[in-house]
Nanobody
Framework: QVQVVESGGGLVEAGGSLNLSCTVS????????MGWFRQTPGKEREGVSC????????YYIKSVKERFIISRDNAKQKVYLKMNDLKPEDTAIYYC?????????????????WGQGTQVVVSS
């Protein structure tokens, strides 16, 4: 049984940092690209960042580039999202997703396996 579990969300002031973690079990982790998404009420879920199975390729949306860093530890079957200089507009539920070959990382339909999400709130 595949499990994807996010952690590390919380309340932080603008300009602060948070480290999200995602632990995966039940699949060959190193063979899967991993993505971080976020969603706010009334809006579509959006891709934030993703990383290839071997960790050599990373992608970010423009609004988080230079502030967020995605990484993974295949031995621990974890993927991380280090979020720096957080802004109120980063407030969302953050989800972790896994897929062998996502066709377009920003589209949620490209990803088949999801966690339950972790809430991030950035106060101004």
């Amino acid at each position: 049984q595949v499990q994807v579990v996010e952690s590390g969300g919380g309340l932080v002031e603008a300009g602060g940092s948070l480290n999200l973690s995602c632990t995966v079990s039940g699949l060959a982790f190193e063979r899967y690209a991993m993505g971080w998404f976020r969603q706010t009420p009334g809006k579509e879920r959006e891709g934030v960042s993703c990383i290839s199975g071997d960790g050599t390729r990373t992608y970010y949306i423009k609004s988080v580039k230079e502030r967020f860093i995605i990484s993974r530890d295949n031995a621990k079957q974890k993927v991380y999202l280090k979020m720096n200089d957080l802004k109120p507009e980063d407030t969302a539920i953050y989800y972790c997703a896994a897929e062998r070959y996502p066709t377009y990382f920003r589209r949620p339909h490209s990803w088949s396996t999801w966690g339950q999400g972790t809430q991030v709130v950035v106060s101004s």
